[in-house]
Every structure is written in structure tokens, then in C-alpha cells.
């Protein structure tokens, strides 16, 4: 593992181990390498950027509910009150507890092209069957999801950008995207639309659906 030294002030040093011991760090080492990790993010919000953005969020969503004289709370939702106290005593030990719904972790770029790639695979393959008319083959090309035990990143991606509307025309398998690890070889499905609509580009101007042949070499890769 690579050390680095820098020179800094006192006060400041002072400052950071305070902040450390109220923080939960176990090192001063670790609190100032999250604090570069955070830095290298770059424009993306800092996490307590974020915190109060969803405070804000769900305070616009609890005034919602009231002007629209429905209850409150309900047993499902966050609870206000108590993250209200912890903020405004300034309980910073129990920050993290508080906001612990807000990941700490933001999905990379990289994971979410690979979520879209998927996505418009099967929203190809499912407007093609449509075209066909074959049931079985309809049943063929339902989307399995992704593992929610060890690709939880990309299932709740997935499930975020369904649900607001975005490839919300993506049928799942038996009304649900959490695939247990069942799902086919995705990689390879993407690198075969790919080709398969290189080449129709090639051919055409128009986007058109794909053929049964072509369905069947993007799910199996007999072709």
C-alpha cells in the first residue's frame, strides 16, 4: 500500500482527529482517504449533498400528503421526526444510522451502460416477437432480471429506470427481475444484438424488427 505525507497545521490535525473520534473512524488514515475518495469523484454531489437533497425531496413529499388530506405516515415510511432531532442537536454519531438508506456507494457509469445494453436487447427481441406472433417465443425472451444477493447493483437499476418510465415496455419473468442467478450469458447476448443490428444497419435505413433467426441467435448463438 502506497503513504503519502503532507504537511498541515496543528489546529487543522487538531480538527481532523475530533472529527474522526465523532465520526466513527477507526484511524485518522481512513478518514482522510475517504476523504480523497470522495474528492475524485469529481462533480458528482458529496454524500451529505445528497442527504439533504432527499431531506428536501421528502419533506416536498410530506407536504404533498398533506395538502392532498391523506395520512401522513404511514408504517412504510421514513421516519421524520426522530432524523429531524438528530440533525438539529447534532447527534453526528448517529448520522450514519439516520441516512443509512442513502447509499454511500454511486453506480459507476460503466455498470449502468451495461444495465441499458441489456435493456434494449430484450426490448428488441420482445418487439420482434410481437411482429412473429409466437407465444412460446414470447415466453423465450421474458427479461430474468439480475441476481438480487450478488448483482443487487444492477436489479435495482433496472427496476428504477422500468419503473419511471424508461424501457417500461421490458416484460419480466413471472412479474418479477430477481433472476437467483439464472440468468443467460448477457455479455454475449449484447455482443450478438450488436452484430445483429450492425448489419441490419448496413442493409437499411429503417430500424427494423429483428427476424426469427436473428431472435434465436441472440438468445442461443446457434447461427
Known sequence: MAQITVSISDELEQSLRSFADKSGYATLSALVTDAIRDKLKGDSPEYWQRVNMVLQLKNNQLLETLIGDRELVEGRDWQMSSTYEILQSGYAADYRSAFEYVSRDELSKEVAHSVYDILDVYRDLQWAVREIGDDKLA????????????????????????RNGRWEMIKPEGGIRNSHGAEPDYQKMVERHKEVRSQKRSESYDYKPLTRAEVEYIMKGDR
Not at 421474458?142 to 435495482?156: K, V
Open 139 to 162: 415466453n423465450d425472451v421474458l427479461f430474468p432480471g439480475f441476481d438480487g444477493n450478488n448483482d443487487y447493483e444492477r436489479l435495482g437499476y433496472a427496476n428504477h429506470l422500468i
